[in-house]
Nanobody, 118 residues
Framework: QVQLVESGGGLVQAGGSLRLSCAAS????????MSWYRQAPGKERELVAQ???????NYGDSVKGRFTISRDNAKNTAYLQMNSLKPEDTAVYLC????????????WGQGTQVTVSS
């Protein structure tokens, strides 16, 4: 059984920084892409950032230049460094990973709340 566990969310003032972590555990053969999504109340879930197993990255337009995604393959962990946070970044941040166990499947974490006060 595969689990994704996010941590690092919290309350921060506008202009501040937070670092989120997403740790995958279980009978994992290989992790392909790892991604962060976010969902604010009344809004659709949106892609924040994605990183492939080779380290290629992709960012949502609203976070480019402020957020940085990285991963430690040895620890099966992805990170999201969030700088210059804005109130509109307030959302539940969810980790997603494409993981090869016996077959390849998408897995989601439970989410971590990020609240940015103005």
């Amino acid at each position: 059984q595969v689990q994704l566990v996010e941590s690092g969310g919290g309350l921060v003032q506008a202009g501040g920084s937070l670092r989120l972590s997403c740790a995958a555990s279980g009978n994992i053969f290989n992790i392909k892409a790892m991604s962060w999504y976010r969902q604010a109340p009344g809004k659709e879930r949106e892609l924040v950032a994605q990183i492939t197993s080779g380290g290629s990255t992709n960012y949502g337009d609203s976070v480019k230049g402020r957020f940085t995604i990285s991963r430690d393959n040895a620890k099966n962990t992805a990170y999201l460094q969030m700088n210059s946070l804005k109130p509109e970044d307030t959302a539940v941040y969810l980790c997603n990973a494409v993981i090869v166990v016996v077959t390849t499947a998408n897995y989601w974490g439970q989410g971590t709340q990020v609240t940015v006060s103005s």
